[in-house]
C-alpha cells in the first residue's frame, strides 16, 4: 500500500506515463515505442501544468478581485480539484479505491456492461472522493466502497454512451472519457441540447469561434479571443492598465498553447490505445473496447478553450444568483474547461447551446457545493487537510452523483434531493435511450456541427 501511495504522489505527469509504458510492454510495443509513448504524454502534462498554473496564479486571482469588488458576499472558497483529489487519497477509502475501481471495471467487461478499459488510474480520485464523501457523512467505511462501486459502475457506463461524441466530434476514435467533471455533467446537456433543437427559431442559432473569426477575420481568431476576455476580466477586476494588458496577453497564451500542449497527450496516447483496442479487439471479437482515458485530451478543442475562459465570469455571476450560495468558485474556476468539455461535443461545437447547457450544469454544480460544504469541511479535517474554516469544491463536491448518494443515506436535504434526483436520474434515462437508438450523435437528432 505505501509503494501505491507513492505512486499517486507523483501525480498524473508522471503517474499516467509509467501506466502507459507498462501496458506498451504487455502489448509488446517494444521498450523504445512504449518509452516515447510514456515521455510523451508526461511532456504533455507537464505542459497542461503550466497552462493550468498560469490561469490559476493569474485568472484565479482576478476573478476573487472582481467578486471582492462587487461585494459578492461569497465565503466560502471552492478548492478546486487540485484541494479536493488529495483529501480523497487521504480517506481512508482512498487506500482501496484503486483496486475497487478496477475489480468493477473488470466484472463489467466480463459480464459485458462496459466496452471501457479505464487505464486511467489517476482519475479514479473522482471515484474514491464519492466514497470519502459518504463513509465521511454516515460513518460508514463499507458505505463508502458501496459509494466507489456505484460512480465507478456509472461513470464506465457514460463512457461507453459519450464514446461516439468522443469519436466524431473530438476525432479520438477507440476512446472514451469514463470519468471527471464532463462526464457527469453530459447527461444534462444531452436533454438540453434535444430540448433546444424543438425551439423554432432558436434551434437554427449557432455560432462558435470558428464562425466569429470567418465573420470577423483576425477580430475573431482564438489568440484575440482570449486576449478580449482577459481584457474584461482584468477591466472587471478593477486592475490598473498594465496588469489588465498583462492578463489579456496570459489569457491569449492560454487559448493558443492549451490545444498545443494536449497535442502530446494525443501523439502518445493514441499508438498504444489503437494497439490495446486492437488486441482487445482480436481476442474479442466484435466487441469494440473503448480505452477509458484522461478528460485533458478533450481541453485541445478551440471551442472548449473558449467557453471555458467565457465561463469564467459567467460562473461568478451565476453563483451570485442562487439564493443563499456561500460559494465563491476559485479553485475549479482555471479548469471549468472540464465542466462543460462533453457539451461542447454533444453540442457540436455550438457555443450558443453550451452557453445554455453551460449556465445550467454550473448552477447545479454549485448549488450542491454550497449543500456539501458540511461534510466536505468534516473530510478535510478528518484528513489534517484544515484545521479550521470552511471548504468546498465545485468538482465532485457539485457532482450530483456524490450529492445523491450522500444525501439517500442521511435524508438532510430532502427537496433539493428529490429535485436534482429527479432531473438527474431523467437525464441518464433519455441518454440511455438516445445511446440505444444510436441518436446520441446523429445529425437529424442534434444540432449544431463540427468544427
Given at each position: 500500500m505505501a509503494v501505491l501511495e507513492y505512486i499517486l504522489d507523483l501525480g498524473p505527469a508522471v503517474m499516467l506515463p509509467l501506466v502507459i509504458l507498462i501496458?506498451?510492454?504487455?502489448?509488446?510495443?517494444?521498450?523504445?515505442?512504449?518509452?516515447?509513448?510514456?515521455?510523451?504524454?508526461?511532456?504533455?502534462?507537464?505542459?497542461?501544468?503550466?497552462?493550468?498554473?498560469?490561469?490559476t496564479?493569474?485568472?484565479?486571482?482576478?476573478?476573487?478581485?472582481?467578486?471582492?469588488?462587487?461585494?459578492?458576499?461569497?465565503?466560502?472558497?471552492?478548492?478546486?480539484?487540485?484541494?479536493?483529489s488529495p483529501m480523497a487519497w487521504a480517506s481512508s477509502i482512498g487506500t482501496v479505491a484503486i483496486p475497487v475501481a478496477i475489480l468493477v471495471n473488470v466484472v463489467m467487461l466480463l459480464f459485458k456492461m462496459t466496452r471501457v478499459v479505464n487505464v486511467d488510474i489517476w482519475n479514479i480520485w473522482h471515484m474514491t472522493f464519492t466514497g470519502a464523501i459518504v463513509s465521511t457523512a454516515t460513518g460508514s467505511f463499507w458505505l463508502g466502497i458501496l459509494g466507489v462501486v456505484i460512480h465507478s459502475v456509472v461513470v464506465y457506463k457514460f463512457g461507453d454512451w459519450f464514446a461516439p461524441v468522443v469519436a466524431k466530434y473530438f476525432g479520438l476514435e477507440g476512446i472514451a472519457i469514463p470519468h471527471g467533471s464532463g462526464a457527469w455533467t453530459a447527461p444534462f446537456a444531452v436533454v438540453i441540447d434535444a430540448i433546444l433543437d424543438k425551439l423554432p427559431g432558436i434551434k437554427k442559432i449557432n455560432f462558435n469561434s470558428n464562425k466569429i473569426e470567418e465573420k470577423f477575420g483576425v477580430v475573431g481568431e482564438p489568440v484575440i479571443i482570449?486576449?478580449?476576455?482577459?481584457?474584461?476580466?482584468?477591466?472587471?477586476?478593477?486592475?490598473?492598465?498594465?496588469?489588465?494588458?498583462?492578463?489579456?496577453?496570459?489569457?491569449?497564451?492560454?487559448?493558443?498553447?492549451?490545444?498545443?500542449?494536449?497535442?502530446?497527450?494525443?501523439?502518445?496516447?493514441?499508438?498504444?490505445?489503437?494497439?490495446?483496442?486492437?488486441?482487445?479487439?482480436?481476442?474479442?471479437?466484435?466487441?469494440?473496447?473503448?480505452?477509458?482515458?484522461?478528460?485533458?485530451?478533450?481541453?485541445?478543442?478551440?471551442?472548449?478553450?473558449?467557453?471555458?475562459?467565457?465561463?469564467?465570469?459567467?460562473?461568478?455571476?451565476?453563483?451570485v444568483l442562487i439564493p443563499g450560495n456561500k460559494v465563491l468558485p476559485f479553485g475549479d474556476l482555471a479548469t471549468i474547461g472540464f465542466f462543460i468539455s462533453m457539451a461542447v461535443g454533444i453540442h457540436k461545437g455550438n457555443l450558443f447551446r453550451t452557453i445554455i447547457s453551460g449556465a445550467f450544469i454550473m448552477f447545479i454544480t454549485i448549488w450542491i457545493s454550497n449543500m456539501m460544504i458540511g461534510v466536505h469541511t468534516k473530510l478535510a479535517m478528518n484528513v489534517g487537510t484544515i484545521d479550521s474554516g470552511q471548504v468546498t469544491s465545485l468538482?465532485?463536491?457539485?457532482?450530483?452523483?456524490?450529492?445523491?448518494?450522500?444525501?439517500?443515506?442521511?435524508?438532510?436535504?430532502?427537496?433539493?434531493?428529490?429535485?436534482?434526483?429527479?432531473?438527474?436520474?431523467?437525464?441518464?434515462?433519455?441518454?440511455?435511450?438516445?445511446?440505444?437508438?444510436?441518436?446520441?450523435?446523429s445529425e437529424d437528432t442534434f444540432g449544431g456541427e463540427t468544427e
Open positions: 501496458i506498451g510492454l504487455l502489448l509488446k510495443q517494444g521498450l523504445g515505442k512504449s518509452l516515447r509513448a510514456g515521455i510523451t504524454i508526461g511532456v504533455g502534462f507537464v505542459g497542461i501544468g503550466l497552462v493550468i498554473s498560469l490561469l496564479d493569474n485568472l484565479g486571482p482576478a476573478a476573487q478581485d472582481m467578486a471582492d469588488r462587487f461585494n459578492l458576499g461569497l465565503s466560502v472558497v471552492d478548492v478546486g480539484w487540485p484541494g479536493a482570449g486576449a478580449f476576455l482577459g481584457l474584461v476580466i482584468g477591466l472587471l477586476a478593477g486592475y490598473p492598465v498594465s496588469e489588465v494588458l498583462q492578463l489579456a496577453v496570459q489569457m491569449s497564451a492560454v487559448m493558443v498553447l492549451m490545444p498545443t500542449v494536449v497535442k502530446y497527450i494525443m501523439e502518445g496516447l493514441m499508438p498504444i490505445a489503437e494497439a490495446a483496442r486492437e488486441m482487445l479487439d482480436k481476442r474479442f471479437q466484435g466487441q469494440n473496447y473503448y480505452i477509458g482515458l484522461d478528460p485533458a485530451l478533450l481541453l485541445g478543442n478551440s471551442q472548449v478553450v473558449a467557453a471555458s475562459l467565457l465561463f469564467v465570469p459567467l460562473t461568478l455571476v451565476i453563483a468538482d465532485q463536491g457539485g457532482s450530483p452523483i456524490t450529492f445523491i448518494l450522500t444525501e439517500i443515506f442521511k435524508l438532510q436535504n430532502i427537496a433539493p434531493l428529490i429535485v436534482i434526483g429527479a432531473l438527474y436520474l431523467f437525464s441518464i434515462i433519455f441518454t440511455y435511450i438516445q445511446f440505444k437508438r444510436e441518436k446520441l450523435y
